[in-house]
């Protein structure tokens, strides 16, 4: 069992900057790749960048490639998605994911991911 806690999130004007956090419990984490996913009012949920077990591979949809960055930290149990360069609609409630997995993989579906935090909304202002 994982539980997933994510922070950071709250309001910023275009072209700002944001840091979410997700803390995960457990002494396996490092056994789970992770992703951060969103949904905004009326969209499906989506997937925004994910990253392997180690940290080595990491993916990232098209839309926030060059903006966005996620990193992991196996030793304090987290995951970190930097975000710069806001745009209005980057404006969603943010997801972090953990999906258990066997390889040094990254994971853009949804439905392979095990666990889910309760989200943290992101609004970005033009």
């Known amino acids: 069992q994982v539980q997933l806690v994510e922070s950071g999130g709250g309001l910023v004007q275009a072209g700002g900057s944001l840091r979410l956090s997700c803390a995960a419990s457990?002494?396996?984490?490092?056994?789970?790749?992770m992703g951060w996913f969103r949904q905004a009012p009326g969209k499906e949920r989506e997937i925004v960048a994910a990253i392997s077990r180690s940290g080595s591979n990491t993916y990232y949809a098209d839309s926030v490639k060059g903006r966005f960055t996620i990193s992991r930290d196996n030793a304090k149990n987290t995951v970190i998605l930097q975000m710069n360069s806001l745009k209005p609609e980057d404006t969603a409630v943010y997801y972090c994911?953990?999906?258990?997995?066997?390889?040094?993989?990254?994971?853009?579906?949804?439905?392979?991911?095990?666990?889910w935090g309760q989200g943290t909304q992101v609004t970005v202002s033009s």
């Open positions: 994911a953990a999906d258990r997995s066997w390889d040094d993989s990254v994971d853009q579906s949804s439905y392979n991911y095990d666990y």
């Open positions: 457990g002494r396996t984490f490092s056994s789970y790749a």
